[in-house]
């Protein structure tokens, strides 16, 4: 079954420090990638995604994310954190043989201390 | 306009009314997915639209639930005799290609069930 797991229910980190948001998942062949941010009131956003190639995807805001195939990890990383980062983060990948679904994990409450 | 517009965003429903959700996506785009997001929960799939035509519904909980786009555009998701189960947050997103690429989130419409 294909599966996406978000190890962290919570991360804290202070301000100007390096974040990581983790991920992996399961899924047969190859996985489409994605991470999105949630911030209260509002819609999901769409941070980035690996589809093939370069292994180290940049997103908007500064985020960046490492796919590795043979941790089956996806995990989302910024070098230097802001307050303005603080939101719920979602790791999501698309099903195998099926362009029309998204499984995601529970995710990650990023809190960013000034 | 320039985002996904759901309304209302807030509903409050007896037990075994019916309600209906509204979603306006982006002009243009293809693509329309609902999902449905309980508290503490990633988002799960219920429907994709590709234009007008409702290509996948294997998400929908129940035969109470039923979604239509009748003119490729705006979607309705309409939920029959509602149970308090179905207190969620549903999300409509939009993507200009077919398929769960990129996706535009809307605010959520959140039904609570009494």
């Known amino acids: 079954a294909q599966s996406v797991a978000q190890p962290e229910d919570q991360v804290n980190v202070a301000e100007g420090n390096p974040l990581t948001v983790k991920c992996t998942y399961s899924?047969?062949?190859?996985?489409?990638l994605f991470w999105y941010v949630q911030y209260p009131n509002r819609g999901l956003q769409f941070l980035l995604k690996?589809?093939?190639?370069d292994n180290l995807v940049k997103g908007s805001y500064g985020f960046e994310a490492e796919f590795n195939k043979s941790q089956t990890s996806f995990h989302l990383k910024k070098p230097s954190a802001l307050v303005s980062d603080s939101a719920l983060y979602f790791c999501?990948?698309?099903?195998?043989?099926?362009?029309?679904?998204?499984?995601w994990g529970l995710g990650t409450s990023l809190a960013v201390n000034p | 306009g320039a985002g996904v517009s759901q309304s209302p965003r807030y509903k409050v429903a007896k037990r075994g009314q019916d309600v209906a959700l509204r979603c306006d996506p982006i002009?243009?785009?293809?693509?329309l997915f609902w999902y449905q997001q309980a508290l503490g929960q990633g988002p799960e799939f219920l429907t994709y639209?590709?234009?007008?035509?409702?290509?996948?519904k294997s998400g929908l909980p129940s035969d109470r639930f039923f979604a239509e786009r009748p003119e490729g555009s705006v979607s309705t998701l309409k939920i029959q005799r509602t149970q308090q189960e179905d207190s969620a947050v549903y999300l409509c997103?939009?993507?200009?290609?077919?398929?769960?690429?990129?996706?535009?989130f809307g605010a959520g419409s959140r039904l609570t069930v009494l």
């Open positions: 639209f590709q234009n007008e035509a409702q290509l996948d």
């Open positions: 690996y589809i093939t190639g």
């Open positions: 997103a939009s993507s200009l290609t077919t398929g769960a690429n990129v996706l535009t």
């Open positions: 999501a990948v698309r099903e195998a043989g099926n362009n029309r679904k998204l499984i």
């Open positions: 002009s243009g785009h293809v693509s």
């Open positions: 899924v047969s062949g190859n996985p489409y």
